[in-house]
């Protein structure tokens, strides 16, 4: 196995969990499927290319991140009905056309972000891609835009069996298999601690045009706090990170 990493930070981040409404929670990193999104902007390819090349090429990602804080932010949107696509002043005069929503953000966030494959020409391409985007990497919403700091060389992975991780997710529910791997005693009354949080996420879609159908969810398990899991884990320690590749 083969890889690389790009180090990534961003101002805002907000990776909204499937099927919200009024209040978009956002996930405390983002997942796989935003991940093949950014490969896709990258690289120039539409959302279906984008999976098609991840597919294609067996390329596995995780990501390791952190933030210094949530805030939430109201907006002001206007319900559509039907086939409208515009709006007049008269629309905009009338305030009944419109809803408010509240949405998470991350605040000021770092990313590392882990690309692997068994050949190494699709991670050159896409390390090529990366140094060079064809489209603004965001993280999240299309005004979070992500910086890029850097882009590691492609180095050989060997797996190993890990039981402890923070600050990643890791695929299927693992809430029943964790203790918290912190002492109390030295954590700053400031901080805020975490516990594992499971989502069933999309992670295949069917594509028919513009039209985007989810086909498969999986649960995956975001981890802040540091845990232990009972049941170690099929992963790698890259650049002393701790992660699953998939």
Same mark, same amino acid.
Request: one cysteine or more; a positive charge.
């Given at each position: 196995?083969?890889?690389?990493? /790009?180090?990534?930070?961003?101002?805002?981040?907000?990776? $909204?969990?499937? !099927?919200? %409404?009024? @209040?978009?929670? =956002?996930?405390?990193?983002?997942?796989?499927?935003?991940? /093949?999104?950014?490969?896709?902007?990258?690289?120039?390819? $539409?959302?279906? !290319?984008? %999976?098609? @090349?991840?597919? =294609?090429?067996?390329?596995?990602?995780?990501?390791?991140?952190?933030?210094?804080?949530?805030?939430?932010?109201?907006?002001?949107?206007?319900?559509?009905?039907?086939?409208?696509?515009?709006?007049?002043?008269?629309?905009?005069?009338?305030?009944?056309?419109?809803?408010?929503?509240?949405?998470?953000?991350?605040?000021?966030?770092?990313?590392?972000?882990?690309?692997?494959?068994?050949?190494?020409?699709?991670?050159?391409?896409?390390?090529?891609?990366?140094?060079?985007?064809?489209?603004?990497?965001?993280?999240?919403?299309?005004?979070?835009?992500?910086?890029?700091?850097?882009?590691?060389?492609?180095?050989?992975?060997?797996?190993?069996?890990?039981?402890?991780?923070?600050?990643?997710?890791?695929?299927?529910?693992?809430?029943?298999?964790?203790?918290?791997?912190?002492?109390?005693?030295?954590?700053?009354?400031?901080?805020?601690?975490?516990?594992?949080?499971?989502?069933?996420?999309?992670?295949?879609?069917?594509?028919?045009?513009?039209?985007?159908?989810?086909?498969?969810?999986?649960?995956?398990?975001?981890?802040?706090?540091?845990?232990?899991?009972?049941?170690?884990?099929?992963?790698?320690?890259?650049?002393?990170?701790?992660?699953?590749?998939?």
């Amino acid at each position: 196995m083969f890889s690389f990493s /790009i180090t990534a930070k961003a101002i805002t981040a907000s990776f $909204r969990v499937p !099927e919200t %409404h009024t @209040f978009h929670q =956002t996930l405390p990193l983002p997942p796989k499927t935003t991940i /093949i999104g950014m490969i896709g902007a990258a690289l120039g390819l $539409r959302l279906d !290319e984008a %999976h098609a @090349f991840v597919d =294609t090429n067996n390329i596995l990602v995780s990501v390791y991140g952190t933030h210094e804080g949530i805030m939430k932010d109201l907006w002001n949107y206007r319900k559509l009905t039907g086939k409208e696509k515009s709006y007049t002043l008269d629309d905009i005069k009338n305030r009944r056309q419109y809803s408010i929503l509240i949405r998470e953000f991350l605040y000021s966030n770092d990313f590392t972000f882990f690309f692997a494959a068994e050949k190494t020409e699709p991670l050159d391409m896409l390390k090529n891609a990366f140094s060079s985007p064809h489209y603004a990497l965001t993280a999240g919403n299309s005004d979070d835009l992500l910086k890029i700091c850097s882009i590691s060389d492609i180095q050989s992975l060997k797996p190993e069996k890990i039981n402890r991780f923070r600050n990643t997710f890791v695929p299927g529910d693992m809430s029943r298999f964790y203790k918290h791997d912190i002492d109390l005693k030295q954590v700053p009354i400031t901080q805020t601690l975490f516990t594992p949080q499971v989502f069933l996420l999309p992670t295949k879609f069917e594509f028919k045009g513009e039209e985007r159908r989810v086909i498969e969810r999986k649960p995956f398990t975001f981890i802040s706090t540091p845990v232990t899991f009972s049941l170690p884990l099929d992963g790698y320690c890259i650049d002393g990170k701790a992660v699953v590749l998939q």
